[in-house]
């Protein structure tokens, strides 16, 4: 059985900590990702296309509105997909770096321009 990627999974102490706790291992979450960033090699961020879609490499981050039902349901869509990368582990190939937070806002930060969502994105066009 593969070991648990997602720290949310592990053993909380009791309730009225949950919010503390999920709020230092989203922190600690942006940390890992900023020092993974720094240390990685300068080909990492050496993108050939124009075509976000055949970049070896992903920066974005979305805000949407919907109800809490709706986030946690693709939630689990989204972790399966994880799951499917995770899994993917190969001897042979070279190691890459996901990670991922989620969580309600009480304000949006990014602006909508009229009917279009803007996206903080490596792959707007």
């Given at each position: 059985m593969?070991?648990?990627?997602?720290?949310?999974?592990?053993?909380?102490?009791?309730?009225?900590?949950?919010?503390?706790?999920?709020?230092?291992?989203?922190?600690?979450?942006?940390?890992?990702?900023?020092?993974?960033?720094?240390?990685?090699?300068?080909e990492a961020f050496k993108l050939?296309?124009?075509?976000?879609?055949?970049r070896p490499a992903i920066a974005m981050q979305v805000e949407t509105r919907l109800r809490k039902g709706q986030f946690i349901e693709w939630i689990a869509?989204?972790?399966?997909?994880?799951?499917?990368?995770?899994?993917?582990?190969?001897?042979?190939?070279?190691?890459?770096?996901?990670?991922?937070i989620g969580f309600q806002l009480d304000e949006p930060f990014f602006e909508e321009v009229g009917d279009q969502k803007k996206r903080d994105s490596d792959e707007q066009s």
């Open positions: 593969a070991k648990s990627y997602f720290p949310s999974e592990q053993l909380m102490p009791h309730a009225a900590e949950v919010g503390d706790y999920f709020r230092g291992t989203v922190l600690n979450v942006l940390q890992r990702a900023r020092l993974r960033t720094l240390a990685a090699p300068d050939k296309s124009s075509d976000p879609t055949k869509k989204y972790r399966k997909l994880v799951d499917e990368f995770y899994e993917m582990d190969g001897e042979d190939g070279k190691p890459y770096y996901l990670t991922t």
